[in-house]
Nanobody
Framework: QLQLVESGGGSVQAGGSLRLSCAAS????????MGWYRQAPGKMRGSVAT?????TITYADSVKGRFTISRAKNTVDLQMDSLKPDDTAVYYC????????????WGQGTQVTVSS
């Protein structure tokens, strides 16, 4: 069974920075893609940034140039700079495996609050 542990998040003023980290642990699995999603109150959960095992990175248009995703083995980080109040949300780590089966795993979520 794969487990995800998230860290980081918190409260910051607009223009500030935060860093999120997610570590996947367990055995017998192969990770395909890792990434971060977010869900603001009253809104659907949406992708923020993803990185595949081959290194392909995708960002949501709203965070391009401000957020940076990075991956080292089974850890994925999200560096968030120039934060805006609209970035306020619960951020979820997501891991997609392709062995022993194709499956999505979610972290517990971490709150990011940006005040103006």
């Amino acid at each position: 069974q794969l487990q995800l542990v998230e860290s980081g998040g918190g409260s910051v003023q607009a223009g500030g920075s935060l860093r999120l980290s997610c570590a996947a642990s367990g055995s017998g699995f192969r990770i395909n893609a890792m990434g971060w999603y977010r869900q603001a109150p009253g809104k659907m959960r949406g992708s923020v940034a993803t990185i595949t095992s081959g290194g392909t990175i995708t960002y949501a248009d709203s965070v391009k140039g401000r957020f940076t995703i990075s991956r080292a083995k089974n850890t994925v980080d999200l560096q968030m700079d120039s934060l805006k109040p609209d970035d306020t949300a619960v951020y979820y780590c997501n891991v997609n495996t392709d062995y022993p089966n194709v499956r999505n795993y979610w972290g517990q979520g971490t709150q990011v609050t940006v005040s103006s």
